[in-house]
């Protein structure tokens, strides 16, 4: 045990050799030790306030376990077979759309967590270790984080007073603006600021924007130092698509209406300069520094980008014939057979990349494989665009279950978790790295809000559900303050409007008050032509 003591424990019929062992260790019977181990598997097996049953056994499993996944491995464990870091990662505050519906005071905390890990400048830290030692880079999605799970939070719970908590910056070392990534302690800064402040400050410092109006590459961007040189004056597409998303979010919850106005200009900017980015069919993935396009249909090496596509539909900035049609273009990177969503196609072998994608072995990851928190971003382009059949075929495709039952040999990891990523090419199909990664956390935000349709607004919920036409009728059971409400979705019929009924009498609205009236009743959704 922990104090180097040997202590034996007698093996007991019906009882685990593991569970003795525990039993041992805790100065616990079996029994004692078999009721803790049952009481372990209640609590994560009900994580998440939305239970669903819908028939469909392999998705019922996903949607029970992925919180599981998010819980341990994302949210507090940080760490998987081959990458136990144990850091904190910037970006994992995104898997706070998913324990949003387990835990909101854990996000609330790590929200106030992260903004404590943030400089003057608007960089952060990108992967620390606690107070404060750790990554620092010059980087925009991370930085864009923090005002995107804020704005989710306030939106999910009603609290407003999180925008009011003060947090210090910390201290340089921030890495100068021509400098690589770098790992060093920092201390807090006497003078705080509002959350609220922190988040601007973030949005604000990506106001740079190069030739084509574009928002402009850092020399650091993915954090990896490669290609530094071609980097300087490099525009993102998707960061600029991204951006837009991230200030609409953000401009939701406040109550500035001068600042709400600021960031409108700004969005359509934005919007405007997106047109630029227009070849064909297809939105290009960045421009470098000499301004030629990467992802253009000409292109010898990535002339497909996925998630550009997507963002494209999800964040609103494409013009929506461009962005329909670029979701459709994007539909030749999935590989159905091989159960592969194809990050980009094709990869880069010497390419021209300013994102670092190069550096890595064509197929695998952002290199021409799937990274499936972008394939999940490109599910959710679907549903966007109400294409919930097309949107379905692609869920069963990247589901973990379908990889162990029909090339489980080839999968070669396990297929109870959601993988980060599988490889395309040379490596089609081969699992990569699993439990971590936040995939699982995006693709259970996406089963939620799009397919079942549950939009929490604080002490109300939407309903606007888009079930494929297998699921006949699902029943959900959400779990809120003031008891339980139970949701039977009616998907027997193709066409009419959803109708909200409640006690027999049917509502034109899909909106539910989550007060003490409706708990222990059961809501009915049935389309009525």
Known sequence: DSDGEIRYCEEKPGVSNLLSIYGALRGKSPEAAEKDFAETKTFYASLSDIEAHTGSAEFDYLFKWLPYQTYCADFYGRCCYGNAVGGYDFRSLLDGHAMLYCDPPAVRRRILDAA????????????????AVGL???????????????????TYTGDFTVLAERIPYLTEPAPPADSRTVFAAAEPTKKSDS??????????????????????????????????????????VRTTMFLYYVVGRFSSILSDTDLKLRYATWRKRLADALDAAWEEDRYVRQFGADGRAVGAPYDAECALDLSVQALSVLS??????????????????????????????????????????????????????????????????????????????????????RHGKTDGDNYRVEPYVLADDVGAGRYKGRGGRTWYGGAASALYACFVEDLLGLHRRGRKILLSPAPPAQFKEITIRLRYDC????????????????KTIVDGIAYNTNEISLTHSIAGKTVRLKRVP
Not at 217 to 234: T, Y
Not at 335 to 359: E, I, L, N, Q
């Open 136 to 154: 620092c880079a010059h980087e925009a999605t991370d930085r864009l984080c923090l005002p995107l799970m804020t704005a989710a939070y306030v």
């Open 483 to 498: 008891g339980y409400l139970t949701v039977i979705i009616d998907n027997t019929s193709a066409k009419g409007e959803w």
């Open 116 to 131: 404590g890990h943030q400089f003057r400048s608007g960089d952060v830290q990108r992967l620390w270790f606690p107070p």
């Open 195 to 236: 959350v609220l402040e922190h988040c601007k400050r973030a949005l604000e410092s990506l106001s740079a924007t190069g030739a084509h109006g574009l928002v402009c590459e850092f020399p650091d961007e993915d954090g990896d130092g490669a290609r530094r040189d071609e980097r300087r004056g490099a525009e993102n």
């Open 316 to 401: 609103g900035a494409g013009r929506p014939d461009r962005a329909e049609t670029a979701v459709k273009t994007a539909l030749s990177l999935v590989d159905f057979k091989a159960g592969v969503v194809k990050s980009m196609d094709p990869p880069f072998v010497v390419g021209r990349d300013t994102s670092g994608t190069a550096a890595l072995p064509p197929g695998v990851k952002d290199n021409g494989g799937q990274r499936t928190s972008k394939a999940v971003g490109y599910i959710r382009a679907l549903y966007a665009l109400g294409q919930k059949e097309a949107a379905y075929k692609l869920v069963e495709t990247i589901n973990p279950v």
